[in-house]
């Protein structure tokens, strides 16, 4: 069964400062995916970056950089020069199989991001 | 611009009576939706899998007679919590997934809240 972890329920940063929420995932298939999603207060879920379990180079998108570290199986996100707006809920989340299947998502518990002015 | 929808975005409903939840794709065609449950301050757990034309797929401990799950056409699913009581207040979200050209990104919609009185 698939399994993420968030082992962080709080984290809290300074304005323009970079921060890592952490995540580790438990899978046996050999496709798979990962996702981050940003939860503000009003419910939504923003999606912000996806690795492919095949992908060799990790990916960005503008200030977020997954560092994925498949032997460790860790896909952690990295925000870089921190908003006030990114405070939010972030969700790591792993889906079954690989970039053709539209399987469902298993997420993890969440960390609460707080930036500080 | 969404391209999942959901409606209503809030609702407020007496114990025992029932609550249709509507979640469509506005620009394409979605063969399965996902359900997720969110109470305050938790992770999303996937209810069921919602599937065009067929039975829906329930999670294990998800009641199939209590959330009624109905995908008649290619853009809408509608989930039913029948005999509502306070401990199914909750915020409910659904995904579809689309492909992309490379890889299936799940959309997810707005949310509803619903809250039992």
């Known amino acids: 069964a698939q399994k993420i972890t968030q082992t962080q329920p709080g984290m809290f940063v300074q304005e323009k400062e970079a921060v890592t929420l952490d995540c580790t995932y438990d899978?046996?298939?050999?496709?798979?995916?990962l996702f981050w999603y940003k939860q503000p207060s009003s419910g939504e879920m923003i999606f912000l970056i996806y690795?492919?379990?095949?992908?060799?180079q990790n990916a960005t998108e503008g200030r977020y950089s997954l560092n994925f570290q498949k032997a460790r199986k860790s896909a952690n996100l990295v925000i870089s020069a921190s908003q006030l707006g990114d405070s939010a809920m972030y969700f790591c989340?792993?889906?079954?199989?690989?970039?053709?299947?539209?399987?469902?998502?298993?997420f993890g518990e969440g960390t609460q991001l707080t930036v500080n002015p | 611009g969404a391209v999942v929808s959901q409606h209503p975005s809030w609702v407020i409903c007496k114990s025992g009576t029932s609550v249709k939840i509507e979640c469509r794709s506005l620009?394409?065609?979605?063969?399965?939706m996902f359900w997720y449950r969110q109470f305050p301050k938790q992770s999303l757990m996937l209810m069921a899998t919602?599937?065009?034309?067929?039975?829906?797929?329930?999670e294990q401990g998800v009641e199939k007679d209590k959330f009624l799950i109905n995908h008649a056409s290619l853009t809408l699913s509608t989930l039913t919590v029948t005999s509502a009581h306070p401990e199914d207040s909750s915020f409910y979200i659904c995904?579809?997934?689309?492909?992309?050209?490379?890889?299936?990104?799940?959309?997810f919609g707005p949310g509803t809240r619903l809250t039992v009185t």
């Open positions: 620009d394409f065609q979605a063969t399965t």
């Open positions: 690795q492919g379990s095949y992908d060799e």
């Open positions: 989340a792993m889906r079954e199989g690989g970039e053709t299947s539209g399987s469902r998502l298993t």
């Open positions: 995904s579809a997934p689309r492909w992309s050209g490379s890889l299936h990104e799940q959309y």
């Open positions: 919602s599937n065009e034309g067929s039975k829906a797929t329930y």
């Open positions: 899978t046996s298939d050999q496709s798979y995916g």
